[in-house]
């Protein structure tokens, strides 16, 4: 598999040792280009992601989607960029105009910067620290300031009431998303993307099969966080339109409701990324042990494999999406406190005990089903003494 390392330091060794430039003029010139590829390519997949909403939305509900501007209806999505970029920018009256216009800036900046993180190749990440899972997490709650900051700014009770239930629902679902990540960095033993990348190298070494149980149910919970960290149905209860007008963004126009509609869209492949890093190996090819085969693999470019896991999980959250409906405001965190963050904090539990005891997938396997017939024999004989019990109460009754 190719290293984009070698062409960075490449470069590096171009600007400092045959160009002769300060270390300090260096460092500017490749943080800036660095900078401009990730908004790049962050403006990019924006557009592939409304394109393909667009069309998996008409698949699952039988229509067809954009099919008259240009060819498939590809250019759609670039002449609503356009009509969104020229529409007037407003600020409400009696608004609060500096956190009116801070709250857009905030949100693009905290998907901007988690964008940052996701790892394309082997040396192509923007963002690789040895906390760097931590920083991911750090980083991508600045959203959350962004959402509560519009509502509060716009002077509107529905805008207000928006912004609480998002801030809300933000706050919840981050803690069993980082719950997933530590039990994940316990299995791998480090907290940098690229180590738990390289961590999931060789035969079926994905965490997903190699942490067994605890690492499924870690990527379960982690999906359905994820989807509600991000606000897509059935968890958009933040713009719920029959009850808000729309949500948050209600009092935002052109450009600036732009950024709230770019940002929720490539939040969701973010989060996506971040699943198919942890727990799919990221770029790492799928090796299966037999020679042959993981040479074949290894011929397919990392970004390749990073593309097409990362797709595949967005297009099961879309899935998710069009088929359910969207839940109300006492499920949506019935779901969370007594759910998802308990199931997320057992399942750290018996990670740990996985790891300290190097129990293997089939002996934890093993111990699982154990528990399980355990359990259910206890359910069928408090079942069975229940019966004689309600038995014997019944013909005591017909005996009186």
């Known amino acids: 598999m190719y290293d984009f390392t070698e062409i960075t330091r490449w470069f590096d060794q171009l600007l400092r040792i045959v160009w002769l430039w300060p270390d300090w003029l260096a460092t500017t010139v490749e943080c800036v280009i660095v900078g401009v590829v990730i908004l790049l390519a962050y403006a990019v997949l924006a557009i592939i992601m409304i394109y393909m909403e667009r069309k998996v939305c008409a698949f699952f509900q039988c229509r067809l989607g954009p099919t008259r501007v240009g060819r498939w209806g590809t250019l759609q999505v670039i002449c609503d960029v356009l009509k969104m970029m020229i529409k007037e920018i407003f600020v409400v009256k009696r608004a609060d105009k500096l956190l009116y216009c801070l709250a857009p800036v905030l949100v693009i900046v905290g998907s901007v910067g988690a964008f940052a993180f996701l790892p394309w190749n082997c040396g192509a990440i923007a963002l690789d620290f040895d906390c760097s899972i931590f920083l991911y997490s750090a980083?991508?709650?600045?959203?959350?300031?962004?959402?509560?900051?519009?509502?509060?700014?716009?002077n509107n009770k529905y805008s207000v009431v928006s912004a609480m239930r998002g801030a809300m629902q933000m706050i919840s679902y981050e803690i069993s998303l980082a719950l997933?990540?530590?039990?994940?960095c316990i299995l791998t033993g480090t907290m940098q993307i690229s180590g738990i990348i390289d961590a999931q190298d060789g035969a079926f070494g994905w965490l997903l099969f190699q942490g067994h149980i605890p690492a499924v149910v870690a990527f379960v919970v982690f999906l359905v966080a994820g989807n509600a960290e991000a606000n897509r149905g059935p968890f958009d209860l933040a713009e719920a339109e029959s009850e808000l007008t729309a949500g948050y963004h209600v009092e935002y126009s052109g450009l600036a409701f732009g950024f709230?509609?770019?940002?929720?869209?490539?939040?969701?492949?973010?989060?996506?990324g971040i699943a198919a890093t942890v727990f799919l190996g990221g770029w790492m090819p799928l090796h299966i042990g037999v020679a042959g085969f993981?040479?074949?693999?290894?011929?397919?470019?990392?970004?390749?494999?990073?593309?097409?896991?990362?797709f595949l999980i967005v297009w099961l959250l879309m899935?998710?999406?069009?088929?359910?409906?969207?839940?109300r405001v006492d499920q949506l965190l019935a779901l969370e406190w007594k759910y998802l963050m308990p199931v997320a904090l057992v399942n750290i539990i018996l990670m740990t005990v996985c790891v300290a005891f190097g129990l293997t997938g089939r002996m934890f396997a093993g111990l699982v089903v154990a528990l399980l017939v355990v359990l259910a024999a206890a359910v069928i004989m408090l079942r069975a003494v229940k019966k004689a019990r309600k038995a014997r109460e019944a013909q005591r009754l017909v005996i009186g």
């Open 180 to 184: 997933c990540l530590i039990a994940a």
């Open 294 to 310: 993981d040479t074949a693999m290894d011929y397919i470019p990392g970004i390749v494999w990073f593309a097409v896991k990362t």
């Open 260 to 272: 709230y509609y770019l940002a929720e869209f490539l939040n969701l492949f973010i989060v996506s």
């Open 319 to 327: 899935w998710v999406k069009w088929t359910f409906p969207r839940l």
């Open 139 to 154: 980083v991508s709650s600045i959203g959350v300031l962004g959402v509560f900051l519009a509502g509060w700014a716009s």
